[in-house]
């Protein structure tokens, strides 16, 4: 007898906790995911830097930036600053495709050999279902800093760079 209101406790608990515990999940895999993007603009920025060569971040389909920024995405030395990976553009680094959606207005994102970021700023959105709460998102600046984005006055929804609600459309 004890077993089964143990039991049936224990279904409760869970059958209660079960909505926060897959909302805890989505939220810390966006917010991973958006440290992961971060991750490879730094990179891509500190290569730049480093090594005085314009670099790209896109996601790449047979050596040219497309538009499809859930699939896999790769930084590589744009040489001849034609915006694609030619043949002797090294690759240097690449980032899984997502399961979540990932939104952004550019092909790509573009280092000057100076750091300086040489395409537009803007703000890499990650969503995954219609909560506005659990979307996260990667902020590239015009000096070519990046930050994951913020709830920075504590609505309950992150913001992009111009203090915006992040959108997945």
Request: glycine letters at 8%.
């Amino acid at each position: 007898m004890e077993l089964m209101v143990t039991l049936a406790v224990a279904a409760i608990l869970i059958t209660i906790s079960y909505p926060s515990l897959t909302r805890f999940f989505k939220d810390n895999s966006l917010s991973t995911q958006a440290s992961e993007i971060q991750s490879l603009l730094v990179t891509a920025r500190h290569h730049a830097l480093n090594y005085q060569l314009p670099v790209v971040v896109c996601p790449l389909t047979s050596g040219k930036c497309g538009s499809n920024w859930q699939g896999q995405l790769s930084v590589f030395v744009d040489s001849n600053g034609n915006g694609d990976q030619d043949s002797g553009e090294e690759v240097l680094a690449t980032l899984e495709a997502s399961s979540a959606q990932r939104v952004f207005s550019q092909n790509s994102v573009r280092y000057a050999a100076d750091g300086i970021l040489a395409s537009s700023a803007g703000t890499i959105v990650l969503c995954d279902g219609n909560d506005a709460s659990l979307y996260s998102g990667v902020i590239v600046e015009a000096s070519g800093r990046s930050r994951v984005a913020e709830d920075s006055d504590h609505d309950g929804t992150k913001e992009d760079r111009n203090g915006n609600a992040l959108k997945c459309n």
